[in-house]
T-cell receptor, first 109, second 116 residues
């Protein structure tokens, strides 16, 4: 079966750095997405990785290792507004998005 | 950027009635649209995939006669929840793919459905 694992909840301090991990086992791989979702709102796109390595985009970076079936989202200089759920999703061989359950990130002052 | 709208943003209906939710791509043509459902504290669950002019493909366990999907044009897809029951109360989100770039997918703001 297809499976995506990420921690259920994480807590971090404002101004700090947090890394949210995602491991996946899917039938085929056509890229991995990270989305941010605030409560009661639709997901918003953060990043897309299809090749190994680190992609940096401002305070957010995303890393992918296809051989390990592993990705992480790195958030720097955390702000209170970063409190949200972060969803990892993989595009499988049928170009269908397989979603993780999401990681709820709580930022404390 | 690509914008997807949904209407209504929230709706309350009585058990047994039907509700229609619209999903529109405002500034691009969507060859494919997706409908998701999300229960509280859970991730998105894909309900169905629809391509303009053809029948929707439903995921396993999703009743196609209960959740009617129509993708009549390249900018509009509708989801009708027929004979709604309280267990259908959920957050319904659509997304749209503009072309053959499979990594592109833009989400609507979601529709909160409450069935009383």
């Amino acid at each position: 079966g297809q499976n995506i694992d990420q921690p259920t909840e994480m807590t971090a301090t404002e101004g700090a750095i947090v890394q949210i991990n995602c491991t996946y086992q899917t039938s085929g791989f056509n890229g991995l997405f990270w989305y941010q979702q605030h409560a009661g709102e639709a997901p918003t796109f953060l990043s897309y990785n299809v090749l190994d390595g680190l992609e940096e985009k401002g305070r957010f970076s995303s890393f992918l290792s296809r051989s390990k079936g592993y990705s992480y989202l790195l958030l720097k200089e955390l702000q209170m507004k970063d409190s949200a759920s972060y969803l990892c999703a993989v595009l499988d061989s049928n170009y269908q998005l397989i979603w993780g359950a999401g990681t709820k990130l709580i930022i404390k002052p | 950027g690509a914008v997807v709208s949904q209407h209504p943003s929230w709706v309350i209906c009585k058990s047994g009635t039907s509700v229609k939710i619209e999903c529109r791509s405002l500034d691009f043509q969507a060859t494919t649209m997706f409908w998701y459902r999300q229960f509280p504290k859970q991730s998105l669950m894909l309900m169905a995939t629809s391509n303009e002019g053809s029948k929707a493909t439903y995921e396993q366990g999703v009743e196609k006669d209960k959740f009617l999907i129509n993708h009549a044009s390249l900018t509009l897809s509708t989801l009708t929840v027929t004979s709604a029951h309280p267990e259908d109360s959920s957050f319904y989100i659509c997304s749209a793919r503009p072309g053959q770039e499979f990594y592109e997918q833009y989400f609507g703001p979601g529709t909160r459905l409450t069935v009383t």
